[in-house]
């Protein structure tokens, strides 16, 4: 999926999947019990274009390396294919696919991924050892965290350009000392279109 989980409402700080390189981590302290909320967001892949285009350029320029070739981005309401140079800030794309208009764009404008997603659920899995994913409740509120009937949390459809904000309360239980970790990750299920 071109979509992520971030730290942040600037989404510069993404939660890897897969390789722990950039886990969501608390330091929480076992002996005596603690909890730690979070703020987490999930949005599509993004970045904006370092310089403007014209309506018939097929070369864009990224602030940031975010699409890969074959890919299907959106500018404005433009769709493009990414022909070439994934994974680099300079893209060769196939201009107004889908039956969208070419346009100019401004330097600054938004780039996504152009997919919607519909039955969005979020969980937590335990991915080795003892299983502690009990000890992270989730939901849309952080008032809601009180009252989290379970762990799984439905954040439902997604449209391509929107920021979905969600709670996160890691709680490790008392006596459980000071060395007690816990290895957990957020997985992300949904189904995905393009729009």
């Excluded at 493009?80 to 208009?101: E, N, P």
């Excluded at 070419?102 to 780039?111: D, E, L, R």
């Excluded at 409740?137 to 449209?159: N, Q």
Aim: net charge negative.
């Amino acid at each position: 999926m071109a979509i992520h989980i971030y730290k942040d409402i600037e989404l510069t700080e993404q939660i890897s999947e897969g390789d722990m390189a950039s886990p969501d981590t608390e330091t929480l302290d076992g002996s005596s019990g603690e909890s730690k909320d979070r703020e987490l967001f999930v949005a599509n892949e993004q970045t904006t274009l370092s310089d403007a285009i014209d309506a018939v350029s097929s070369d864009l320029v990224l602030a940031v390396p975010r699409f890969s070739d074959g890919e299907v981005i959106i500018i404005d309401s433009e769709e493009m294919r990414v022909i070439s140079g994934g994974g680099t800030t300079v893209l060769t794309v196939q201009r107004a696919i889908y039956g969208t208009q070419p346009a100019s764009h401004a330097q600054g404008t938004k780039v996504y991924s152009a997919c919607n997603y519909t039955n969005l659920k979020i969980a937590p899995v335990d991915t080795s050892g003892t299983d502690e994913s009990s000890w992270c409740t989730l939901a849309p509120t952080k008032e809601g965290l009180d009252a989290a009937p379970g762990h799984e949390l439905v954040l439902g459809d997604k449209s391509y350009s929107s920021t979905v904000s969600f709670f996160r309360r890691l709680s490790v239980p008392a006596g459980t000392g000071l060395d007690k970790k816990t290895d957990l990750k957020l997985r992300l299920t949904g189904s995905m279109s393009l729009v």
